[in-house]
């Protein structure tokens, strides 16, 4: 029998139920956009979304394939420079909750998108930090979202692009960040949190289905399990419906541009 | 004083060999025509300027033109890497490319220091970031009232800023609408500025009060293009060309491939090609 919901969509909405009514949240682009707008679109109705290109309170009816795209700027209740985003809005400690997605990260939430290899003569030239060093440093608190691959979940990145809990325990105090930073990690697999003390990520939950086993065997460090492990909720039929609405409205929008 | 003049005339007058300049838009209007009309004219040994180089930098390292770049993310929005850029920095194809690498907020800061003619920016950044340990240009100040470490980088200087603008005005005035980015910055921060437009009115009488406006005495040429976006996008005039993004991904991603389309689609043309291709695209947005 078909699993009612993929890990993708599982991951989506897990994400989306970490998000809040009253929450300011800076949209990354990608698997975030998906979570935040389902969120919007089921039981955060109200809650700001703010997309780096100086969209304010944005509501878009598709996903935009990047952050500038024109659906941001025709929903948002205002559309401000990209010097007055980051510095008044995100600097000036306006925004609740960054919401990242990772091309490597640790298991303190450090994230790498810069480069695999060296800096100076890199395996792979990846495009860099855009806005994610100083939302990692700015906002409240941190989420992260991605899938879970042996090439991405590492036990050490190759860069620091942006800064997490660094080698754990009080590093991120230590360097005068008073920002809590990755509060909660959503994969394909499961649910994460940072231990309380050492800021290691700690498997909550499972997603339905899913075992100890394969989420070890798609981390590429020793995996902590919670004593109290539990089991992810699985999707309601409204969260799937919303989200499956919003990614054919999307693809429709898209294809019909290409034509 | 903006004067109109023809896309060649403005670039061979406002772009020298060895010169710094920014072809700014953030996704939304990309000075795509006035890039290309820089590349037909060959210019050589630039620093290119730009918080998101995307395809039309990728076209232009990739023609040998640059020397350095100054950046904080070199990707194809929405697609993924940019190809030619890469295989510059990592197989020195067909130069070396030097890079100074910030984040958004360095560079957003950079130029609107440029454009308050201050020699640095200061901001709350780069906290346990790695670039401060790559790029040294990327410095720390303290805080003179409170001795809170900040960082500071160079304000952004260019000898000349290139954007693309849905209108001007008869007088040589500017209107930019929708997502405005980093441009006013970028043209207030530069020498010289050159600002391609969808098309010229009469006059701005209805436009709001508030508007990003330009006026004529700050940029110093006005060029009509129209879809001198392309693919990029004019919010109101013609929405982005997705398509044409992906496309690019499998264009440079070999080099043979990528001569050949920048012959055709750029070394033998001129920026009048720019009107047809956004006949598909019109309307929306």
Known sequence: MDAPFTPDEMMTIAASRALGNDDICFVGIGAPS????????????????IYESGTIGTAPD???LSIGDGELCDTAVTTVSVPEMFRYWLQGGRVSVGFLGAAQLDKFGNINTTVIGDYNSPTIRLPGGGGAPEIASSCGEIFITMKQTLRGMVEAVDFFTSFGHGLGGSDRADLGISTKGPTLLITDLAVWRPDPTTKEFVVQSLHPGVTQDMVQATCGWVVRFADDLSVTEVPTALELKTLRDLKARTEAAHSGEAA | ????????????????????????????????AAAHEAIRQDRKNLTLVRMTPDVVYDQMIGMGMVDKIIFSYA????????????DAIENNWPKALEIEEHSHAAMANAYEAGAAGLPCAVFRGYKGAGLKDVNDNIREITCPFTGEKLAAVPSVRPDVTFIHAQKANKRGDILIEGIIGVQKEAVLAAKRAVVTVEEVVDDFEDVHVNA?????WA???????EGGAHPSYAHGYYVRDN?????????????????????????????NIFVARINTLKGAA
């Open chain 1, 34 to 49: 998906a979570a935040c707008n389902v969120a919007r679109l089921t039981h955060a109705p109200d809650i700001t979304l």
């Open chain 1, 62 to 64: 598709i996903l935009p």
């Open chain 2, 1 to 32: 004083m903006a004067k109109f003049q023809s896309l060649k005339d403005a670039v061979a007058e406002n772009l020298n060999d060895g010169d710094i300049v920014a072809f700014e838009g953030f996704t939304h209007l990309i000075p795509h």
């Open chain 2, 75 to 86: 990707g194809n929005p929405g697609v993924g890497l940019l190809r030619r850029m890469r």
């Open chain 2, 212 to 216: 990003c406006i330009l006026p004529r």
């Open chain 2, 219 to 225: 940029v110093s040429s006005v060029c009509v293009v």
């Open chain 2, 243 to 271: 398509a044409a993004y992906v496309e690019w991904d499998k264009i440079a991603s070999d080099r043979t491939l990528f001569r050949e389309w920048m012959q055709i689609n750029v070394l033998d043309v001129d920026e």
